[in-house]
């Protein structure tokens, strides 16, 4: 049985004041999340046993998390703003720098008029789903209290068991249902882009709720001319139990944090020959490309993704782009709240899933572009992290979860074996029009 403690996930907007954080019974801390009127900014996590803190000590403690997002989002938009030099200390009792915040807030302000100006491309949001009417409910709620609704939200019922999918989305006239019978995450979404309208077509999961601003954020990254896609910070939406904390802390190789990035030729280029971890860029839950991207990368590959060999999906259809000579942003300001899986099989299970998928993704990424990188990912640097992580189970003594690493390395497996069987180039090579 499991000794793990959850996690209190709490939001603060630092721009409404610093509150006194106090202990939450059964919880082994707060996870914090700081944000300035809508604009993540940063994160820490705050023991128990370092509680109760009072404002003073926790300005001190947000200002380390938001020094570097802030920092960078000054430069990015060519403001010359000092930022205050902070130093954290781990027992927060030195005196509390309280002109810190004040030093920080005119630059906020500008960067929040930099964020609020209007957007002019129109955006379709497509919401594929199979038998969770629970949790797509509670997905389309917070779709339908966006700040700025999208021109058109699309649900995607794939191959279902019944028809509560299509109940739930009945009762908002707002939003348009889509069957697909065909079985599969990416038949889903291509069928969702035939479907839109939108200069910009976004995605998310039934599994989410997303922010209020969240369409509007997505729009207006795209005002690069080069971008094709975007993607969006992912925060949990709970941490109630060890497989939802393990999939958290495992995000961390992920572009899940807190500074805006553009994926380009330099970045694809200099990781080409180990493989380019294109995982980074951001995740398929929160996700939009013009439609302009269909026209010239093609559809999602239907041999991937989840229904197929797992997952994959999104990051493949990112190295194409990146391939091609155009651009991935990341942009944290587009938020969605997720609820990982709660129950540990659950979670091994979606392990086995992403690796068969992304193990089969190298190899298509292989077979379309001949880039060695995505080979020597496959056949050296998987199989060292995984002799390592084993020799290191073995010296520490197994645990209950040692199982995951085991469950992994049969998800690579299959996903070589599934890669053989799929070999033949599916439709997604046939161009939108």
Same mark, same amino acid.
């Given at each position: 049985?499991?000794?793990? !403690? ?8 630092? =721009? ?29 996590? %705050?023991? +128990? /046993? ?25 430069? *990015? ?36 008029? +930099? ?26 709620? =917070? ?57 910009? %077509? ?18 207006? /990254?795209?005002?690069?001319? &080069?971008?094709? /896609? ?15 904390? %393990? ?24 990781? &080409? ?21 269909? *026209? ?18 999104? =990051?493949?259809?990112?190295?194409? %782009? ?58 050296? !640097? ?17 645990? =209950? ?15 070589? &074996? ?16």
């Amino acid at each position: 049985m499991s000794n793990f !403690t959850p996690w209190k996930v709490l939001h603060i907007d630092l =721009s409404k004041g610093i509150p006194e954080l106090q202990p939450k019974p059964k919880y082994q801390g707060i996870y914090a999340v700081f944000w300035w009127r809508g604009i993540p900014l940063g994160d820490r996590e %705050i023991f +128990t /046993a370092d509680l109760p803190i009072p404002p003073s000590a926790l300005r001190n403690l947000a200002l380390s998390a938001i020094t570097p997002a802030v920092g960078d989002r000054l430069l *990015e938009n060519g403001f010359n703003a000092p930022l205050p030099v902070v130093y954290p200390d781990p027992a927060w009792d030195k005196p509390p720098d309280f002109q810190a915040l004040l030093a920080l807030q005119q630059p906020l302000e500008q960067l929040q008029q +930099t964020y609020n100006q209007p957007v002019n491309n129109s955006i379709s949001v497509v919401i594929c789903t199979r038998n969770r009417p629970e949790q797509l409910a509670r997905c389309l709620r =917070s779709l339908l209290n966006l700040s700025q609704p999208p021109q058109q939200i699309i649900v995607v019922d794939n191959a279902p068991a019944d028809d509560s999918t299509r109940q739930i989305v009945a009762q908002m006239p707002e939003i348009e249902y889509v069957l697909e019978p065909r079985p599969g995450l990416s038949v889903a979404r291509n069928t969702g882009i035939r479907h839109c309208t939108g200069e910009i %077509i976004a995605f998310t999961d039934d599994d989410v709720e997303v922010h209020p601003d969240w369409c509007v954020r997505l729009q207006q /990254a795209f005002v690069n001319p &080069k971008v094709l /896609a975007v993607t969006g910070l992912m925060l949990p939406a709970e941490l109630e139990t060890e497989a939802q904390y %393990i999939f958290h802390k495992g995000s961390a190789d992920s572009s899940w944090e807190y500074r805006a990035t553009n994926f380009g030729m330099e970045f694809f280029e200099n990781m &080409k020959y180990r493989g380019v971890p294109v995982w980074r860029i951001g995740a398929g839950a929160n996700m939009a490309f013009r439609r302009q991207a269909f *026209e010239i990368v093609g559809y999602f590959d239907e041999r991937l993704g989840a229904g197929a060999s797992g997952c994959s999906e999104d =990051s493949e259809i990112w190295y194409r %782009i990146l391939a091609e000579g155009w651009l991935c942003r990341y942009e944290p300001t587009a938020v969605v709240f997720h609820y990982h899986r709660r129950d540990f099989d659950a979670f091994q299970d979606q392990a086995y899933q992403y690796m068969r998928g992304h193990v089969t993704a190298l190899l298509v990424q292989f077979a379309n572009y001949k880039h060695w990188g995505n080979l020597r990912r496959l056949y050296l !640097t998987l199989p060292k992290y995984y002799l390592t992580s084993i020799l290191r189970t073995v010296k520490n003594g197994f645990e =209950s979860k040692s199982s995951y690493i085991f469950v992994q390395i049969a998800g690579c497996l299959a996903g070589i &074996k599934f890669y053989i069987n799929h070999r033949k180039k599916p439709a997604w090579t046939d161009k939108i029009s």
